[in-house]
């Protein structure tokens, strides 16, 4: 039900916007998000927002860089990325729950998950 795209090869500094395609209308999701799994480290979650009201949350190491949107038209979710960093090169993963909203993404495991999508920062 959701298909992330967007990822590929930049350089340090550089800009990217990964796209999350929902199958329905995001309004029946309760929260949207993502997280990434870099090589040999946990999955971490990064950002997430709420479709009743917008709301949205991004983790610390991001939030200056990184931001969250929707379009509801589109039925999409966006993570815009600026100023990338070497240390983001993961795997990106669009997430979302019918139930549970965005808070609960940073302490649970959302029901929905797309295929994701590599993104490397190098020189």
């Known amino acids: 039900q959701l298909q992330a795209f967007g990822g590929g090869l930049v350089q340090p500094g550089d800009s990217l916007r990964l796209s999350c395609s929902a199958s329905?209308?995001?309004?029946?999701?309760?929260?949207m998000g993502w997280f990434r799994q870099a090589p040999e480290k946990e999955r971490e979650w990064v950002s997430c927002?709420?479709?009743?009201?917008?709301?949205?949350i991004t983790a610390d190491s991001v939030k200056d860089r990184f931001a969250i949107s929707r379009d509801n038209a589109e039925n999409m979710v966006h993570l815009q990325m600026n100023s990338l960093q070497s240390s983001d090169t993961a795997v990106y993963y669009c997430?979302?729950?019918?139930?549970?909203?965005?808070?609960?993404?940073?302490?649970?495991?959302?029901?929905?998950w797309g295929q994701g999508t590599q993104v490397t920062v190098s020189s």
């Open positions: 927002l709420s479709t009743s009201d917008g709301s949205t």
């Open positions: 329905g209308r995001i309004a029946g999701f309760a929260g």
């Open positions: 997430a979302a729950d019918r139930v549970r909203h965005c808070i609960t993404f940073l302490t649970t495991t959302p029901d929905y």
